[in-house]
Antibody, heavy 129, light 109 residues
Framework: QVQLQQSGPGLVKPSQTLSLTCAIS??????????WDWIRQSPSRGLEWLGR?????????EYALSVKGRITIHADTSKNQFSLLLDSVTPEDTAVYYC???????????????????WGKGTTVTVSS | EIVLTQSPGTLSLSPGERATLSCRTS???????LAWYQQKPGQAPRLLIS???SRATGFPDRFIGSGSGTDFTLTINRLEPEDFAVYYC???????????FGQGTRLEI
């Protein structure tokens, strides 16, 4: 059974970089059928997908347009974890951040889809000086 | 970007009643890309329905997902006290590809 353990600071100063890590147990970050995502939730923005990383013979990343240019999601195979870096944060980035995992499921159209079936407990991150 | 609009925003019902939650998408999507999540206070969201109609492990058959195209529905029959939560729909797609969530429906007693 996959479990995700989040870690990282709960307070980040404006203009600095938010850094969170998600340690994986019960699966490998380089599993060819898995994807690893970061999602955040705030009262003003609701649930917002930030991006994901996945391995299919090589590493791929997909990022939301709302944070593209500021975000990096990186997998560390030696530690079996993945991380989120969000640069130049502002108070608007204050939110609960979740890491999630999903496995490829074949759809009716013969494409593969991913549903976030395991979530970390969430990390409340406040951006404030 | 595909926009998901959920209605109603809040639904007030009693145990034993039936809840009908709607999720409308701004463009036609594959039903395989539509999921529903349940979130209780202080907890992370939990996958409830995938592929518009497949129930996740641990949820009883009182939860039914349906729909296609741009209109999707989550029906909860015979409401139990533990069903009162916030429900979100989510889809994957668009260009560039990514996930979007609806704003949620709060189901309250």
């Amino acid at each position: 059974q996959v479990q995700l353990q989040q870690s990282g600071p709960g307070l980040v100063k404006p203009s600095q970089t938010l850094s969170l890590t998600c340690a994986i147990s019960g699966a490998s970050v380089s599993d060819n059928s898995a994807a690893w995502d970061w999602i955040r939730q705030s009262p003003s923005r609701g649930l917002e997908w930030l991006g994901r990383t996945f391995y299919r013979s090589q590493w791929y990343n997909e990022y939301a347009l709302s944070v593209k240019g500021r975000i990096t999601i990186h997998a560390d195979t030696s530690k079996n974890q993945f991380s989120l870096l969000l640069d130049s944060v502002t108070p608007e980035d204050t939110a609960v951040y979740y890491c999630t995992s999903s496995m490829a499921v074949p759809g009716l159209d013969h494409l593969f889809y991913y549903y976030m079936d395991v979530w970390g407990k969430g990390t409340t991150v406040t951006v404030s000086s | 970007e595909i926009v998901l609009t959920q209605s109603p925003g809040t639904l007030s019902l009693s145990p034993g009643e039936r809840a009908t939650l709607s999720c409308r998408t701004s463009q036609t999507i594959s039903s395989s890309s539509l999921a529903w999540y349940q979130q209780k206070p202080g907890q992370a969201p939990r996958l409830l329905i995938s592929g518009a109609s497949s129930r996740a492990t641990g949820f009883p058959d009182r939860f039914i997902g349906s729909g296609s195209g741009t209109d999707f529905t989550l029906t909860i029959n015979r409401l139990e006290p533990e069903d009162f939560a916030v429900y979100y729909c989510q889809q994957y797609g668009g260009s560039p590809p990514g996930y979007t969530f609806g704003q949620g429906t709060r189901l309250e007693i």
